[in-house]
């Protein structure tokens, strides 16, 4: 048995003992345990998750929008680089055509970002340092670019299947 879970067990066992103490106690010492349950619990919590589990992590505050793919990735990399994808990411004619539809309503800043991004799967800083522009610069264009893809999509005839 590790430290971490002897130090839950422990924690486990003051928590019972509070827990039936409070049940007990008046209302001043009630409330000064409870305090100190609260606290108890709260380390439970941090050593079960491995994280303090207050305040979320900034991965589980994405927006619907952040966490969906605008553009398949695969379909993405084959139409940056189509010499170099073998054939279970070959790219038809018409799917082609349709990120072509899809990328045509970006500026010519906003392509070339998107492109090395999705495309080349270059890092935000590479992107960025491919385009001499600060890394919130490309971030910005980048959400830009996929907002204006998601419109697209939801608005053309071409984009549909």
């Given at each position: 048995?590790?430290?971490?879970?002897?130090?839950?067990?422990?924690?486990r066992?003051?928590?019972?003992?509070?827990?039936?103490?409070?049940?007990?106690?008046?209302?001043?010492?009630?409330?000064?345990?409870?305090?100190?349950?609260?606290d108890v619990?709260?380390?439970?919590?941090?050593?079960?998750?491995g994280?303090?589990?207050?305040p979320?992590?900034?991965?589980?505050?994405?927006?619907?929008?952040?966490?969906?793919i605008?553009?398949?990735?695969?379909?993405?990399q084959?139409?940056?680089?189509?010499?170099?994808?073998?054939?279970?990411t070959?790219?038809?004619?018409?799917?082609?055509?349709?990120?072509?539809d899809?990328?045509s309503?970006?500026?010519?800043?906003?392509?070339?970002?998107?492109?090395l991004?999705?495309?080349?799967?270059?890092?935000?800083?590479?992107?960025?340092?491919?385009?001499?522009?600060?890394?919130?610069?490309?971030?910005?264009?980048?959400?830009?670019?996929?907002?204006?893809?998601?419109?697209?999509?939801?608005?053309?005839?071409?984009?549909?299947?």
């Amino acid at each position: 048995m590790n430290i971490v879970d002897e130090l839950l067990r422990e924690y486990r066992q003051t928590r019972s003992v509070l827990m039936a103490a409070r049940l007990q106690a008046d209302e001043e010492d009630g409330r000064l345990m409870g305090s100190m349950l609260s606290d108890v619990q709260l380390a439970i919590d941090w050593m079960e998750k491995g994280h303090n589990p207050g305040p979320r992590r900034g991965i589980h505050r994405r927006s619907g929008r952040q966490r969906t793919i605008t553009v398949d990735p695969l379909h993405m990399q084959s139409y940056a680089q189509p010499a170099a994808c073998g054939s279970p990411t070959t790219l038809s004619d018409h799917e082609r055509f349709q990120i072509d539809d899809a990328l045509s309503t970006l500026s010519d800043r906003e392509k070339q970002a998107y492109i090395l991004r999705y495309g080349l799967c270059f890092s935000i800083g590479q992107v960025a340092q491919e385009m001499v522009i600060s890394r919130s610069s490309v971030q910005k264009m980048l959400e830009r670019a996929d907002q204006k893809i998601a419109d697209s999509k939801a608005s053309s005839l071409f984009l549909v299947g």
